[in-house]
């Protein structure tokens, strides 16, 4: 079973603070994404990549930065947390070509900034 | 208007009973279009894939409408373990994936 790990399930922060969510995953997928979830919203893609020190701005991707340094791990930053980034964080794989809509989720990260 | 809207309900459905519900996509160039099941506080989790023919996978149902340009997602025999929130993802053509609110479904005893 492909598996996506996120670091943490539930992280509380303080405004201004520097963040870090981390991603792993386990099945040599090249694209890997990161949402926001918030009620009545739907999943709202930050940035995404398609291999190794390649990124793209997703539809939110202000206050956000991420890295890829390697093919498993795709990080999500959050240079200096507002209170409005409160929100459910998700990470997800994919495999490139055919097929590479069916996205792989971690259990998602829990994020309150206070 | 929304990319991708979704009724959110919640529905509340008897046990045993049929459930159906439909999404709306604004894009007509979408081509390709699928169900996620999120459980709550848990991550989506792909249900199935839809097709232009429609396409069943057991006791769900899946059908596209191009020319009203919405999904619809039909579960029969509705189980307890059926409830969770269904998400509606269509894929534009910029290969960008657009996510539904997501609509919630109770099943009860």
């Not at chain 1, 918030?38 to 991420?66: N, T």
């Not at chain 2, 999120?38 to 899946?62: H, I, W």
């Not at chain 2, 409408?65 to 894929?91: E, F, G």
Request: net charge positive; aromatic share 12%.
């Amino acid at each position: 079973d492909v598996k996506v790990t996120q670091s943490s399930r539930y992280l509380v922060k303080r405004t201004g603070e520097k963040v870090f969510l981390e991603c792993v995953q386990d099945m040599d997928h090249e694209n890997m994404f990161w949402y926001r979830q918030d009620p009545g919203l739907g999943l709202r893609l930050i940035y995404f990549s398609y291999d190794v020190k390649m990124k793209e701005k997703g539809d939110i991707p202000e206050g956000y930065s991420v890295s890829r340094e390697k093919k498993e791990r795709f990080s999500l930053i959050l240079e200096s947390a507002s209170t409005n980034q409160t929100s459910m964080y998700l990470c997800a794989s994919s495999f490139r070509g055919a097929g590479g809509e069916k996205l792989f989720f971690g259990s998602g990260t829990q994020l309150s900034v206070l | 208007r929304k990319e991708v809207e979704q009724d959110p309900g919640p529905f509340n459905v008897p046990e045993g009973a049929t459930v159906a519900f439909n999404c709306t996509y604004s894009n007509s160039a979408s081509q390709s279009f699928f169900w996620y099941r999120q459980d709550c506080r848990k991550e989506p989790k792909l249900l199935m894939s839809v097709y232009s023919s429609g396409n069943e996978d057991g006791r769900f149902t899946a059908q596209l409408n191009r020319a009203s340009q919405y999904i619809s997602l039909l579960i029969r025999d509705s189980k307890l373990s059926d409830s969770a929130t269904y998400l509606c993802v269509v894929n534009s053509p910029v290969y960008q994936l657009i996510w539904g609110a997501g609509t919630k479904l109770i099943i009860k005893p």
